[in-house]
């Protein structure tokens, strides 16, 4: 089993539709959940991170985090075509270096 | 001001060569970190620099692969006696030390034939 597990897609939604991603994982080690942007043939774009559990809005973006559960999200609200990626979560513990471990990535697609 | 840099894009080899990637970081960041990604998948951690030194090496595959960055800023990954399971996007990734936005370059498309 993966220490992380994110579900690849396809996933596909209208433009202006409220997208959620999600990932689960393994190690109650992990303290630090980054969600990642990659776009075709280019590397992976930090969109947002947040410590330990709870909630994070930027923007159009909102993360969550429920360590309870091992679950984080990525909520994308008022979808845009230019979404249309791959999106990455990302974890690290709190100490231990820096070693991050990546989900498999779930490709979007925001149909105009 | 510029980003990770990497070279070469791509780099054709044959199994059984030696091969080594560079890469550039953003100047001023400390931290620096590869990754190896295949195709359908997340970036896989190969190694951590903290400066000149390799402070997590946990992720090399075995012992054809090395990485060293001498002063500190460039690295160069080394891969020996290449397969065809090598064959994968190489990145490098950036940052400021203790901080967890690590910036990437747009990697390194390795074919082993």
């Known amino acids: 089993q993966k220490e992380v597990e994110q579900d690849p897609g396809p996933l596909s939604v209208p433009e202006g539709a409220i997208v959620s991603l999600n990932c689960t994982y393994s190690n109650s080690a992990f303290q630090y959940f980054m969600w990642y942007r990659q776009y075709s043939r280019k590397g992976p774009e930090l969109l947002m991170y947040?410590?330990?559990?709870g909630n994070k809005e930027d923007g159009r973006f909102t993360a969550q985090v429920d360590k309870s559960s091992k679950y984080i999200s990525l909520f994308i609200r008022d979808s845009q075509p230019s979404d249309s990626a791959t999106y990455l979560c990302a974890m690290r513990p709190n100490t231990g270096g820096f070693k991050t471990i990546f989900g498999a990535g779930t490709r979007l697609f925001v149909k105009a | 001001g510029a980003g990770v840099s990497q070279t070469p894009s791509n780099k054709v080899t044959e199994k059984g060569k030696y091969v080594e990637l560079r890469c550039d970081p953003i100047?001023?960041?400390?931290?620096l970190y590869w990754y190896r990604q295949s195709l359908g998948q997340g970036p896989e951690f190969l190694i951590y620099f903290q400066g000149t030194g390799a402070a997590d090496d946990s992720g090399l595959p075995n012992d054809r692969f090395f990485a060293v960055r001498p002063e500190g800023s460039v690295s160069t990954l080394k891969i020996q006696r290449t397969e065809r399971g090598d064959s994968a996007v190489y990145l490098c990734?950036?940052?400021?030390?203790?901080?967890?936005?690590?910036?990437f370059g747009p990697g390194t498309r390795l074919t082993v034939l």
């Open positions: 947040t410590y330990s559990s």
């Open positions: 990734a950036s940052s400021f030390e203790g901080h967890n936005e690590q910036f």
């Open positions: 100047s001023g960041h400390t931290a």
